[in-house]
């Protein structure tokens, strides 16, 4: 009732004022020639896009209007914007003929030096600090942090190679590029690059276009042909480039549902995952900045993780971030331990003591000088905390703190267990690891280990990090820890038992 | 603000008009005086169904005026209907009081001849075309492809058969119909049939009605009493049969949600799902044709395999089908690999040359008399990829192309693997299979063989086509097909070994 | 259209009448003295509760306007409000200053005697009715039920207990009180306690507040500091408290998302659910009393068990009930059996004839004495099928019960095999249980009888009753309890073998 009421006096009040076209309140943006251009073929060649881009805030605004607002309010963090740029509504043209020179897979078309990637440097242009903290998040080097990785290369082969039968059992061959590009760097992102060129038949006749390798690819931490690394696409989805998007579960779903990062599925289950999915038709997501209890009443994971928080006084409770661990004490997937965030987001450059590219001993303890100390997990603990306080005490937030680093600790001795039975397995002879020269991922009693941490200690602790306990227990947590553990070990035994 | 002031000038421009009564624009269309006669008392007997249908386009809309609409716009396709229900909205006596005769469920009910299961037949009557599309799907056939082939019913007492305990081990006694029907036909539909009549108290004294088997049932394959195949209200929901309900995945979800055909579960996670769950409740749902990129901005189930899209110029980019497969050149369900569709819906039909009834051998060669042909998969291709490409450049839908097809090799070649242990196991004497006049499917070795494909082949290969890559990894696919292959070697290894 | 016409309406309507402020349609209800104090510093201190609550009706509407209504709106059940309470709306002080006294967590906050912990009691003041249900529910009996039952006990530690490798295999360690607390008593609820005090630095200065232990909790059965049981805001989620929230699914799937009591996930692909998820945008989920097929078109959770139900001439289809099994006839959650509900809500007081905890004996015969009988379940389910019959006619409804009750029986059947083994396990030596002095659920065999009743047939009856019956044959329903059986059976096999 209320709502229609504030309906009705906005009606009256724009009955009033006199209203200008275009959504910002001054003078109509224009569509620049260029994009003009693309849009009189794409129109009919693309309708979708075109569609969904009309829908957008860049088809509205130009960054010179976008600019003119509060720091606050400021959805752009350059401050300026290069001339030709400025007045025009951000179209085609505006981010797919930038910097022609510096995309190797840029074009002829119709006229226009066009690319078709559009990178993180391009968005840059407008939004430099946000590509800037995402450039120091390790989801940029998603794509290098695993290919680069001698011992995630085995696991990579472990999951996607591909087994023959032989006469005397089984063998595993490599999977090529394919496999890999569509399995695991489909969210860690691929190399993209130029091998050639294609002439197509189209409405417009016979047109050349480039040909790329690793293409299509979301990830985010693909590597783009100019070099770079990301994409902006992965959460802030083409070609709305919806806010309302990125700050909604579902975009973080695509590659944290499970079981090795089950973020997605512990939200949905948990308290602020229920207010969400009940509540969200009543919030404003396109607010920015986000006022907490006003437009949004239980975060998401953009709101715990990313986006500007303030409250109704317009207090600040936490800085944007595109550094995904800005705000993070802990990192809870387990290599092969939970463990302090790495100081650097090339992770390639980590060694244990045993010489490893594992942020932790297999014993446990973390490789503390690639790792933040202390005093950095403090600094990032008061940064979260400061959200979690919007809504709940300090005694709520310190016994949820306390539970939940127990948990991290109860997960890592249940790792502690698993991983002592495969050093013994290895040492006896019942399994080949690395010391035998062989992939400590892919037997199986080595694959019930890998599950161990990657699933069921991950699991277990990220439910208790977002309160969805309960997923926790039985889903594809404590339980699974344990009933592993008991199968692990009886699997031990006998095959000791038998090698006598 | 847009929203607004739209809804403002829209309230202006109906003050200007006149009003009429009803939601169509016409003269009030009238409820006939048969249903009149229903409402009567069901208003009060079944209080929700009739607040439902009052909500729906059958209560609003008569037959005549929803003639009128030009042939996009059309919502039935029929050309002419009959006399006595084109005036008339579509109530209770349209359908559930048609052609009595065809119906050996109908009865006398307070002086109408009311027969209670409504079949394609009836909707055919306004809907011809859609119920001849479905016909010509395989899932009209779904109870009679799965009830009238030996292996598939092999596979399901394998699943629903009812194990005890004997001294000797454990002895399996097939499901009864109550089981089966409360589990495989759930979805593949029931036999419905009169078996006799019950008499009810009610408000109007005591009344007779038939007692049907096989009911309740809204299995897509439902062989009805009149001896139709299928139900439309399987998607078309009773009573608001809302084409809203239809086009959004949640209708699919009720079968299609894993783990052995997961399409649910992937769409959820994948790009488009994200960008439906988080704007649908901008898109119109109601909208006939669908204009893509207006109406919606990403596909749902419906939008890439069965409706009628078009763009904002009115250009057609698909033809509406209800026949399932129209669009699709590949059968991802793997029996036991994937393959070219089958030619005809009825599948039991199809012989391998092994002599059994399934579309490839168990060595994965398709049984290719009984498949579509390479030319017909083209054609269908080319209709799959017309929706993709209303979004899409044709770069990004060959990359799509290349990665789908290519898993698709490698889930069929991790089958093959798989296939040739349980070939080797039976061959052996360390499991029982047809050879030896048992069941493939119901000993240890061989529930992990039905695993392989039914569960991790078959995710795995959705989970690529439909991109929602990250579910073929760790949920149900990649991971799980390599682990699974590893523990069948070693059991087949251990037990004939143990044989000697 | 129509709705932008009742809008228009509407708001025609409004201007004739004179709009008071407020939404009740009275005079303004104040907040109160004492509340406006919290306000003062806690609307900077902890803005997303201040606006949150601002959200809610209790921040609307005083005591004394909520008891106007007739008795079907009426949102209060007491008829009688203590004087200070009725005039202003409920805000922070109405509750946590309620009784002070009778809150050993009540401590003394710039001059208010506040508690933190809002107990059943503190609602009770209105809602005296609806607490009294909830104090007969078996919900609020969750922790005691579960801490006071050796047995379950025994099934605590077996999930998550921790374990330690040994030299000669693995040994199991009691879990503490925060890994407990932090995974089955999250849903069961903790026991909260006051153990001290602590001195924070605040906006105001140092100040003092009480230290609880097992906080922050928000299970069902949470035994209070002032002794009560239960949480209203388990599922009347603070502090907007809204009924929206409670009545939409997503509040249960907090702790029944599985796989032991998997009811969203089943309700989720259900046709129920499928109705639910694409329409409740249309739905009013605030109304009370709740108008089955106007207000709503497919039961949620809510609806079938708890609400207040009414068709549209007003009659009551159901009365609303916060006893949860006061419409269940049986108890599905298998211990180890399904069987009819308990007669009390304690159910410390069971023994089954073998002496054991249980509702059951061991061989699937019901402890009789302490459940319904035959006459309470027909009430029940007269009262549970009087929502069914809503939408559905008898002949639907008895269809779908045999359906059920003969899935009942075959899930208890196939978890009677899997006993049987189980019990010969012990019996021969191949696995110790409570005759040998131990746990009869931390050993590889026992770890799979549990999955067979706790996952598979728990959820084989969820599908089935809840119609979402696909997911009670791959998901984790059907073929899981018959491969289980078979692996049940291969295991002990092998180990009475080795044995000899």
Chains 1, 2, 3 share one sequence.
């Not at 042909?225 to 083409?238: L, Y």
């Amino acid at each position: 009732m209320l709502k229609t009421v504030r309906i009705f006096l906005f009606i009256l009040a724009l009955m009033a004022a006199t209203v200008p076209a275009g959504g910002a309140g001054a003078a109509e943006p224009r569509v620049s020639e260029a994009t003009e251009n693309c849009l009189a073929c794409h129109t009919a060649a693309t309708p979708g896009i075109v569609a969904d881009w009309k829908k957008s805030r860049h088809a509205q605004v130009s960054p010179a209007e976008a600019l003119k607002k509060d720091r606050l309010s400021r959805r752009v963090s350059t401050e300026k914007i290069p001339e030709p740029l400025a007045g025009s509504v951000v179209g085609c043209a505006e981010c797919h003929t930038l910097t022609p020179a510096a995309h190797p897979d840029t074009f002829d078309h119709e006229g226009e030096q066009v690319h078709v990637v559009v990178t993180p440097g391009n968005c840059a242009v407008c939004h430099p600090e946000e590509a800037g903290q995402y450039e120091r998040s390790k989801m940029s080097w998603a794509q290098k942090n695993l290919a680069d990785n001698q011992l995630y290369n085995d696991l990579i082969q472990a999951v996607v190679g591909i087994y023959s039968v032989k006469a005397d059992g089984l063998s595993l061959q490599p999977a090529g590029a394919k496999d890999q590009a569509d399995s695991c760097y489909a969210c860690h992102g691929t190399v993209v690059k130029v091998t050639g060129t294609v002439v197509r038949e189209t409405d417009q006749g016979d047109l050349e276009f480039p040909v790329l390798d690793g293409w299509p690819n979301q990830g985010v931490g693909r590597v783009n042909p100019d070099g770079s690394k990301g994409s902006c696409a992965s959460c802030h989805t083409r070609h709305q480039f919806s806010i309302k998007t990125a700050r909604q579960p579902y975009t973080c779903s695509q590659c944290h549902k499970g079981p090795d990062v089950p973020a997605y599925k512990i939200y949905s289950v948990s308290k602020h995952g229920n207010i969400f999915s009940t509540h969200k038709d009543e919030w404003d997501f396109e607010a920015a900045p986000w006022t907490v209890g006003r437009d949004f009443t239980a975060p998401t994971c953009a709101a715990c993780h990313v986006s500007l928080i303030v409250d109704e006084e317009g207090e600040t409770v936490a800085e944007r971030t595109h550094q995904m661990n800005d705000r993070l004490p802990w990192r809870l997937f387990g290599l092969v331990y939970a463990h302090p965030q790495p100081k650097s987001p090339d992770t390639t450059v980590i060694r244990n003591k045993a010489g490893l590219p594992l942020p932790t001993e297999l014993t446990g303890q973390p490789a503390a000088e690639f790792l933040i100390d202390e005093k950095e997990q403090a600094r990032r603990t008061e940064r979260l905390q400061k959200v979690c306080l919007s809504c709940h005490s300090h005694g709520w937030v310190e016994g949820h703190w306390a539970l939940w680093e127990n948990t991290i600790q109860t997960a890592n001795a249940q790792t502690l267990a698993a991983t002592q039975l495969i050093l013994k397995a290895w040492d006896r002879g019942a399994a080949q690891g690395p010391a035998q020269g062989d992939s400590p991922f892919n037997e199986a009693l080595e694959r019930k280990w890998v599950e161990q941490w990657l699933f069921y200690a991950n699991s277990t602790r990220l439910a208790s990090a977002m309160d969805g306990t309960d997923y926790g227990v039985f889903a594809e947590g404590r339980w699974h820890m344990a009933k592993n553990l008991v199968e692990m070990s009886d699997w031990l035994k006998f095959h000791l038992k038998t090698k006598k």
